[in-house]
Every structure is written in C-alpha cells, then in structure tokens.
C-alpha cells in the first residue's frame, strides 16, 4: 500500500494514478546539510570504555589508551572535516584467528579442551594456526576480554603453556562465585571461541641473568611462575637455580601437582608448599610432606627462604595484591633491595 502527503491529489501537480510514483528529491537547506555532517561525524566518535573494560594490571597501552588516542584522532579530523585521516584508526575489535598477537586488536581463538582442576578453577587449552606459536616471552600476560549481563570485561592472564609451545597455548582460570569474567568463563564449551590480545608485561626473563630465582605464588599466582620453570629447565645452557614456594589452603588445592614434581627432580629446581589450612604432615604423600609448611607464609619463614638460597637471589612474586604488598615488606625486612624483587 502507497500513501501520499495531502498535497499529493488527484489534479495537483506531482500526483499520478500510477502506483510507480517519482517524486522529485527537494534539495536539503544547508542546515539540513550541517545537521547530516554533524550526525555522521557523531557515528564516527570514539566510544568511551566502561570501567569494567580495564583489566587493571596496568598494561600499556590499556583499552583508555587507546581509547584517549583514537579520541584525538578524530577530533583532529573533525576540525579538518577530512574523514580520510579516520582510515588509519584501530580499534580493539576481535579478528579471526592470526598466527600474531596485537597489544590493540583482540584476536580469536578457538577453544580445544577444558579441564576442571578445581571446584573453582579451570585449565584451558586454545588452539594455534598450523605450528604457530604465541610469541610471548616467558611470564608475560594477555588481556581476555569477555561479555557478561551486557558488559564488556576484560581481565589479565598468564599462559602457563611452555613459549616454545606449537599450536596451542594454555591458561590457568580461577572463577569467583559473583565474578562477571568468572560466568563467562564458566560458559565455554570446547569448540567456542575467546578473543585475547597482547602481550603484556615487563619482566622479561633471560637465561643466566640471576643466580638463584626465588619464587613466591599465591593460588593461581603460581602462573607466570610455570613458563619461566620451563624456559630454564628445557635450556641446558640455563644454570640459574629456582626456589619455588606455592601457596595454597589445602592440598587439594595445590594447582600442577604433577608439573611441579617432576620439575623438582631437576638438580637446580626445588619445590616447597605453604598450605594454609593443613594441620598434620601425616595426610600428606610422603613426597610432599617433608618440604610443606603449615600455617602462613610470613617474615620468619620469609628470612629462613632468602638465607637458605644457594646464590644471592632475585625474587618474583605473584597473587593476590594483599599477597604481594606483604611478600615486599618481609623481603625488605630480610635485607633485599626493591631492586632485587618484581612483582607480577
């Protein structure tokens, strides 16, 4: 069905019986032509980010970064009224699956298996290209970016998979009970797909650079610890001696037992646990009960790990942030310097 204005009638100027009607464009005022432009240029600003976007581990350049950079950019090109200088913009969208990361772009990869190590953590595999690998340097983090009850989140995690890994690469995730990441988390199913980008972070570890690695982790703050452990234990050329602490409640809890183990069996790695809720040795393997600790890890036992290191260590620490602001007041209390520690 057709309908006409009232000036289009029978007689008039315009009208026609026939139901193929052309009627003429009236040309737009040059307000009209203003409120377009302006209209259009709108539909080109940046939008600005919920906070719920920021990771908050500090990454550069975090999604306000390029958010503030995009922003000028377009208020450049607005006051030049040139939309050809927007052709260069890049925004955090997600690409499908690239054999490279980008620190600005999110990139999608494919889920290939999911293991529940935990009642609330998970171990995830994501495949790679072909024998691609991540190209991280051992330590570093990505940013995984999800979407909850209709927010954009994104959160900092460690691959734990080896740097020299072909194909794949692999994540640690502890879910929290009222967490949006965590939901979302909780939601994959192999086969589904998760956008990621980076890589972020300033350690980056070299072969021999310090005589004894001193590792604090707390929880899943035992991560970034994983591919720097296989970095020296798979360099034959690497002599730096590890002393790794992992931190947990129980010892069910303890994430990578098996990883951890046999690490340990390497003549310049040993492996001491802290487990907070444990009373008794007695219900531990006889493996792990005489390098265990119970109770909390604290500026006596702090003082006992530094004196013990077989070369003045280099301390890196990991977990919750109430966690690391301790770990740096014992390891200065101890006598090391804030150059002598990093905290992830």
């Not at 990441?181 to 980076?198: K, L």
């Amino acid at each position: 069905m057709f309908f006409f204005s009232q000036a289009d009638k029978e007689g008039e100027p315009g009208y026609s019986s026939c139901p193929f009607v052309h009627i003429a464009q009236v040309p737009l005022t040059m307000d009209q032509q203003e409120d377009n432009d302006a209209e259009g240029w709108l539909q080109l600003k940046p939008v600005e980010p919920l906070p719920s976007q920021c990771c908050g581990s500090g990454c550069s350049p975090c999604v306000f970064d390029l958010y503030s950079r995009d922003l000028e950019r377009w208020e450049a090109a607005r006051a030049r009224n040139d939309r050809s200088l927007l052709s260069g913009k890049q925004s955090p969208e997600t690409q499908s699956c690239s054999t490279k990361l980008s620190l600005e772009t999110f990139l999608a990869f494919r889920i290939s298996a999911i293991e529940k190590l935990t009642k609330d953590t998970y171990h995830v595999r994501f495949t790679l290209p072909g024998n691609s690998q991540l190209g991280l340097h051992p330590g570093q983090h990505l940013i995984l970016r999800g979407v909850a009850d209709g927010l954009e989140i994104q959160r900092a995690y460690t691959p734990i998979s080896p740097v020299t890994a072909e194909g794949y690469f692999e994540v640690l995730i502890k879910c929290y009970q009222t967490g949006l990441m965590s939901r979302y988390v909780e939601s994959w199913r192999t086969g589904d797909t998760a956008s990621w980008r980076g890589p972020f972070g300033s350690f980056l570890y070299e072969p021999n650079k310090y005589g004894e690695l001193l590792m604090l982790a707390a929880g899943t703050g035992l991560a970034p610890m994983v591919p720097i452990l296989h970095s020296i234990t798979d360099n034959a050329d690497d002599e730096t001696f590890v002393t790794l602490v992992g931190c947990f409640k129980t010892f069910e809890s303890i994430y990578l037992k098996t990883f951890l183990q046999e690490q340990a069996r390497f003549w310049n790695v040993r492996t001491f646990f802290v487990l907070s809720q444990e009373v008794s040795p007695e219900q531990l393997p006889w493996s792990f009960s005489e390098k265990t600790h119970f109770g909390r890890l604290g500026q006596e036992l702090v003082n006992e790990l530094v004196a013990c290191c077989r070369r003045k260590p280099f301390t890196l620490v990991c977990g919750p942030s109430a966690f690391t602001e301790d770990m740096a007041r014992c390891l200065l209390s101890a006598g090391l310097t804030e150059d002598s520690y990093f905290l992830f």
